[in-house]
């Protein structure tokens, strides 16, 4: 058995990715991150944090929200109501599992085995017979809304079923080569057979509604060498495009899109819809093309890839700009202050662009897996492993954004609980002729390059610094080239597009030593190709230009028009209100500017900030005076932000005063403002309600059914009126009184825009309600079955 399990470890254990067992149909896999230990001040101590913290948390918060009791109440465990929110919850403890089986094969831990041992007893108990897993279904007290009374026919829209099903795969095959135990690999079998023979041509033809489940049954037939689930997998992708929809209608709900139901998934050229659910089936599509050779599939996921990367991305590597079906949104939109970027989607962007990269064998796919995981994913956790991010927006008010203990939908804390234990499996690749490069990690490794070992020792403190030193081994043989990627950012280029552009010319150079020589290559797809005849401890050096540098957008993305953001090496950077005399609405940075990289170890367990040279503006209290002055502007790394409270942030700035001006003067205006979900602002500002509710992160509040108010200043002799601010993208049931001092004022019906943006309404304040008056008290109630709100501000202004 152990020899078993050791030779599939190398075929395998990369989260979400695995080596094809025809291996002469995919030329390039990853290490597996089994084989590569992180050795540096950065991942290491992450990884570490998920083993102590993320992992056992968790699985407490799933415990609490009922996860786990769903599982044995659908098993006859106990007895009760399904106790969730949503019918995916079972695939939130299947993530955690997974994550802690692949920390399980890096370091033993009878503890946590012993645990995930009682917990897959559960799981394996709600299994009916015939191998369906579903506790909602099974259990029927209450059947979710969004669960069809017969098995599987909601799937195409919200049930889970195979999405459950899918991440159930996942975490089955993480477990079996953690432990060699078959307990919850038996389920999983049991479960994808029943699905085999369900949906199959004379069967069921539905699409899944969130795919997933595409790309683990490639693991299952990976693992298993079962081809009945690769041909399944592409079953499930060939089920697309022929369910009707209204192809006329705007809402992507309507027409499909949301669903990448639209076309047959070889027509499908532009990624749309709901982003998470695009990026896993993209990941599936290129599964096919690999494993089957497939062009039309290949094609299709060529022209998808080169849609995100030059006209969907943000600079951050984040995806889905509406949060409006947390969507993709037409090309070019790409707001910042309204920006999703879900950090599932980000987590789903390595995983297409890992398995891209091995579809081609180039360095721009490691380029954009790099820029989404030192960015929007390291944003989505907290350095203490317990506090996260669902959406990572761009840009924020004096609200601010802050990062919450857990989620309803908890989709997030769960991936990340999964994703951050094996990205070692991401640093290296193998082909035939040589081992990749790609990340660059303080680590040692133990590489199997054509069955034999060879050992690779990287030295850096990347990403602080742009040096890395790779000591070789070559134990069992030295007959392999050694391919480094050359970040596209150290060569000029922001992405491998024209979305985003570095202004000026780059100063330094990538420099390549062998035993502190300078070496011959070759460049090939980005790759430096060292060819060498190895001996024990020879090193490469490699020195990356590491100078901030300026970020300009192409001119279509027009919220980005006359902005500038700073990226260093792999980071972007952000200007933080707490860096920033408490704001930065008020900075500019001129093209032509003087940096400063300082190392600030006090924060946020130790960073690298950039100082500026640029321009703060002030208006006078009567607005006839404008001043400007020169100011240093301090950055941070993006993902460190909302580490000292809440306000303040941007990634953008712009590069001169005109609009910062007139925002300035708009501020004037201003006599009082809730800064809403903020506790202090709210409680300053005498909040209370009955059904009301806010999130923090988010920055609302509404009241369901219910009211909330607030109390707030007024100037009793002139004319003054109240701004609500709102999403363009809240509609529905969102109907609502506004009352002033238990007067009505207006009555409001939220619509659906079809462009995120935050929308400011004014009503006028009759004179009457605040004459003589200091306060006065701004009510939102709804109307009989509606929600009042949401607002995203509340200000009281001349």
């Known amino acids: 058995m152990k020899k078993t399990i050791s030779l599939a470890l190398i075929a395998l ?3 979400f990715q695995g080596k094809a067992n025809n291996e002469g149909k995919s030329k390039i896999h990853e290490v597996p991150f089994t084989s590569v230990h992180c050795t540096d001040n950065f991942w290491a101590p992450r ?41 995916f919850d079972d695939a939130e403890v299947y993530k955690i599992s997974e994550g802690a089986s692949y920390l399980l094969t890096v370091k033993k831990n009878p503890q946590l085995e012993a645990y995930l041992d009682s917990v897959i007893a559960i799981i394996a108990s709600a299994q009916e017979p015939d191998g369906y897993l579903f506790t909602n279904h099974t259990i029927n007290n209450p059947l979710h809304p969004w669960v069809g009374k017969e098995r599987w026919v909601q799937d195409w829209d919200l049930s889970h079923e195979t999405f459950n099903a899918g991440e159930l795969y996942e975490a089955a095959i993480a477990y079996y080569y953690a432990t060699g135990k078959r307990s919850l690999l038996d389920v999983a079998i049991k479960n994808a057979d029943l699905v085999c023979s369900v949906f199959r041509e004379g069967g069921l033809k539905i699409a899944p509604g969130h795919e997933v489940i595409e790309m683990a049954l490639v693991r299952l037939y990976e693992a298993t060498g079962d081809e009945k689930y690769l041909k399944q997998s592409r079953y499930f992708l060939e089920s697309r495009g022929h369910k009707f929809f209204d192809k006329t209608s705007q809402d992507i709900r309507k027409n499909g899109m949301y669903w990448q139901d639209h076309l047959p998934v070889t027509e499908q050229k532009e990624a749309v819809g709901h982003a998470v659910r695009a990026l896993y089936l993209y990941s599936g599509m ?15 996921i060529d022209t998808i890839w080169d849609n995100i990367v030059s006209k969907k991305m943000y600079i951050t590597g984040g995806l889905g700009s509406t949060a409006n079906n947390e969507a993709f949104g037409k090309n070019y939109e790409l707001p910042n202050a309204t920006a999703y970027c879900e950090t599932c989607a980000s987590i789903a ?44 927006v761009l840009e924020t008010n004096k609200n601010g954004q802050e990062r919450s203990l857990w989620f309803d939908c908890s989709c997030c804390p769960t991936n990340l609980s999964r994703f951050i234990p094996a990205v070692p499996g991401y640093i290296y690749a193998v082909d035939n002729q040589s081992i990749y490069a790609n990340l660059f990690v303080g680590s040692s490794s133990e590489v199997q390059f054509n069955r034999h070992k060879v050992l690779l020792e990287q ?9 890395v030193d790779i000591i070789v081994d070559p134990v069992e043989t030295s007959d392999f080239n050694l391919k480094i990627r050359i970040p596209g950012w150290a060569e000029g280029s922001v992405v491998p597009s024209d979305l985003y552009s570095f202004v000026g010319k780059q100063k330094g150079q990538t420099q390549i030593l062998l035993n502190g020589i300078p070496c011959n290559y070759q460049k090939e797809k980005g ?20 100078e901030p540098r300026q970020v300009i957008t192409h001119e279509a993305v027009k919220a980005n028009n006359g902005l500038v953001a700073i990226e260093r090496g792999p980071l972007v950077y952000c200007a933080e209100f707490a860096d920033n005399n408490g704001e930065v609405r008020n900075l500019s940075l001129p093209e032509n500017t003087f940096y400063e990289v300082k190392s600030r170890p006090d924060l946020v367990n130790g960073i690298y900030t950039i100082e500026a040279t640029g321009k703060k503006y002030t208006v006078s209290a009567d607005a006839k005076d404008v001043r400007k002055e020169e100011a240093r502007i301090t950055f941070i790394p993006y993902y460190a932000r909302a580490y000292r409270g809440a306000g303040e942030m941007k990634v953008w700035l712009p590069r001169s005063g005109e609009k910062i001006i007139s925002n300035l003067h708009e501020e004037l205006r201003i006599v009082d403002e809730v800064l809403i979900g903020n506790e202090e602002s709210e409680k300053a500002h005498n909040l209370k309600g009955e059904n009301t509710r806010a999130d923090k992160s988010g920055g609302w509040r509404d009241a369901e059914d219910g009211w909330f108010s607030y109390d707030m200043k007024v100037i009793s002799d002139k004319p003054m009126e109240l701004v609500l ?21 207006a009555e409001h019906s939220l619509r659906t825009e079809t462009f995120d943006l935050f929308i400011d309404h004014p009503y006028p304040i009759p004179a009457t309600l605040t004459k003589g008056k200091e306060k006065v008290t701004v009510k939102l109630r709804a109307l009989p079955g509606n929600i009042a709100g949401g607002i995203f501000g509340c200000k009281i202004r001349q």
Request: aromatic share 16%; with cysteine.
């Open 13 to 15: 254990l990369c989260v």
């Open 47 to 87: 990884i570490d944090t998920i083993r102590t913290v993320t992992i056992p948390y968790a699985f407490k918060r799933s415990e609490k929200a009922g996860y786990i009791d769903n599982f044995a109440i659908a098993g006859g465990l106990k007895q009760g109501k399904y106790q969730s929110f949503f019918p």
């Open 286 to 300: 290129a599964d096919i093309a690999l494993h089957m050779q497939d062009k039309a599939y290949l094609n299709a």
């Open 349 to 392: 962007n390595c995983m297409f662009n890992l398995r891209m990269f091995k579809l081609h064998g180039d360095s721009k796919y490691i380029d954009v897996l790099e820029r989404s995981l030192y960015n929007t994913v390291l944003s989505g956790i907290s350095i203490s492993g317990d506090k996260f991010f669902y959406p990572n």
């Open 459 to 467: 030295q850096t403190n990347y990403p602080w610094s742009g040096n």
């Open 527 to 546: 790759y430096a190709v060292i060819k060498n005849k190895w001996k024990k401890g020879d090193k490469i050096t490699i020195s990356f230009p590491m």
């Open 725 to 745: 601010t709102y999403h363009s993208t809240d509609g529905g049931n969102r109907q609502f009184e506004i009352f002033v001092d238990d007067t009505r004022i």
